[in-house]
């Protein structure tokens, strides 16, 4: 008879992406504070525009790579990291690169947590009775409408949106893809802050980041998420009616 058990070092090894990104998350919270802050872009702002004019395609690379590190390790400064994106390359395209680093960042996390702990959950709560169960059903039901609301939600975490799904065994291709057009909204209202930050700077002012938390702005935003929870909305009715 064949033993399926998994040896101890490759559990070990399962856990080393996760407890790597932990890792320098922590350290980075600490080390890159200043480093990644809106004061550094406003004290390297020409420094920046120069070598963005001298390569241009070679900055779009180098912003998308430093970007998904910034998201993969859970570093602090992506909302500065988004601003930087509107500032260099105005609000298109700088939001078709900012939701692209964004999306590889929110993949690594995806992956390390899925590989880590998120299969055998997933198969522990497929295996389960009771609420669990019913929970992991529910939301097994429903991938789509949940993975667009958690991302459409901006009290949701980025963090925890990308460790959830990993969690309850979500599929790669539909976290991709929730996530590329699940942040635009939240990712355009940033980055076309960060497309007028020259005048920003000209005035000596810090810019507005709880703009996305203004009516004209939140309430558009609100609407997105009603219109991805509708699908839930409608299939508990019918349950209700038993049709």
Not at 8 to 29: D, E, K, Q
Not at 46 to 70: C, H, K, P, Q, S
Not at 144 to 155: E, G, K, N, T
Request: charged share 15%; net charge positive.
């Amino acid at each position: 008879m064949t033993d399926t058990t998994v040896p101890p070092r490759a559990g070990v090894l399962r856990h080393l992406p996760l407890a790597l990104i932990l890792t320098v998350a922590l350290i980075g919270a600490f080390a890159l504070r200043d480093q990644l802050s809106f004061e550094a872009l406003r004290d390297n702002r020409e420094a920046l525009l120069a070598f963005r004019d001298a390569n241009y395609m070679g900055t779009v690379l180098a912003f998308i790579a430093l970007y998904v590190v910034i998201v993969g390790f859970s570093l602090p400064g992506a909302t500065v990291a988004t601003l930087t994106g509107g500032f260099l390359f105005a609000t298109f395209p700088g939001v078709l690169f900012n939701v692209t680093g964004a999306t590889l960042g929110a993949v690594v996390i995806f992956l390390a947590a899925r590989w880590g702990l998120g299969e055998r959950l997933a198969a522990r709560m497929e295996a389960s009775d009771g609420t669990v169960k019913r929970l992991k059903d529910g939301i097994d039901e429903n991938q789509w409408s949940v993975l667009f609301l958690i991302r459409l939600v901006p009290a949701v975490p980025f963090f925890v949106a990308n460790l959830l799904p990993a969690m309850v065994g979500v599929p790669l291709h539909r976290f991709v893809i929730s996530t590329f057009l699940g942040i635009i909204p939240g990712g355009l209202v940033y980055t076309s802050v960060g497309a007028g930050l020259g005048d920003v700077f000209a005035r000596g002012e810090t810019p507005n980041l709880g703009i996305i938390f203004e009516p004209q702005i939140l309430l558009p935003i609100l609407g997105l998420c009603a219109l991805a929870a509708l699908p839930m909305v409608l299939k508990g009715l019918r349950g209700r009616k038993g049709i």
